[in-house]
């Protein structure tokens, strides 16, 4: 049931853009977006409902495609601050537990 | 934003002892708060999820006897690794949903994190 990420990992220079995807096999009822810098604990980014919707914070947006079972986190303009390990998380209900992927690395360089 | 606490931030201990981890909701009730480990460059997984008064229910592989989770209050679970040894060595952090508006988006708030060594 965990939801698999592509890319593994991603290098960047400074101003580039990303894009982080999140898959699942089973129908999901929300994505969560967190990024974790190395020894810290996750920092939440957004929370994306079932309905396709689209959200967006400063150059970090992300989409849900419940169709497609699948949500993408975009990275624009990127800074030195976003390096770090992308995590997505995926709920099958409400109220049900979060099931995070495996990571994407992502390393900003100047 | 909510604050979840947890404490301590790194805790080393000798194999064969236990080790209790606090996890605090500082701002708002939790009515369930769940518990991850993660191992060094691997993804977060969960161990068990806990809701205020009853018993927590563990994922699969996770050894209930070994990881003792108490949620005695709307703002405090525990866990405790029982007899640890070096391969619960780990970061284990707890994370809290506030209900009933957290039911439906299901956010959490993560703590800071745990680091266990146990030598």
Redesign the interface.
């Known amino acids: 049931q965990?939801p698999v990420q592509s890319p593994q990992a991603v290098i960047l220079r400074e101003g580039e853009d990303a894009v982080i995807n999140c898959s699942s096999s089973k129908a999901l009822?929300?994505v969560?977006w967190?990024r974790q810098k190395h020894?810290?604990?996750?920092v939440?980014l957004m929370?994306l409902?079932k309905g396709g919707e689209q959200k967006g914070h400063e150059k970090i947006s992300a989409s849900f495609n419940e169709k497609k079972q699948q949500s993408s986190l975009y990275l624009t303009a990127s800074q030195l601050s976003y390096s770090g390990t992308y995590?997505c998380?995926t709920?099958y209900n409400?109220?049900?537990?979060?099931?995070?992927?495996?990571?994407t690395e992502l390393s900003v360089k100047p | 934003?909510a604050v979840v606490s947890q404490h301590p931030s790194w805790v080393i201990c000798k194999s064969g002892t236990s080790v209790k981890i606090e996890c605090r909701s500082l701002d708002f009730q939790a009515t369930?708060m769940?518990w991850?480990r993660q191992f060094p460059k691997?993804?977060?997984?969960?161990m068990a999820?806990s809701n205020e008064g009853s018993k927590a229910t563990y994922e699969q592989g996770v050894e209930k006897d070994k990881f003792l989770i108490n949620h005695a209050s709307l703002t405090l679970s525990t866990l405790t690794v029982t007899s640890a040894h070096p391969e619960d060595s780990s970061f284990y952090?707890c994370?809290a949903r506030a209900g009933p508006a957290g039911?439906?988006?299901?956010?959490?708030?993560?703590?800071?994190?745990s680091?266990l060594t146990v030598l």
């Open positions: 965990q009822y929300s969560h967190y020894g810290e604990a996750p939440f929370i409902l995590f998380g709920s409400q109220g049900g537990k979060l099931i995070f992927g495996q990571g | 934003g369930t769940f991850y691997q993804s977060l997984m969960l999820t952090i994370s039911l439906v988006t299901g956010e959490l708030f993560f703590g800071e994190g680091r």
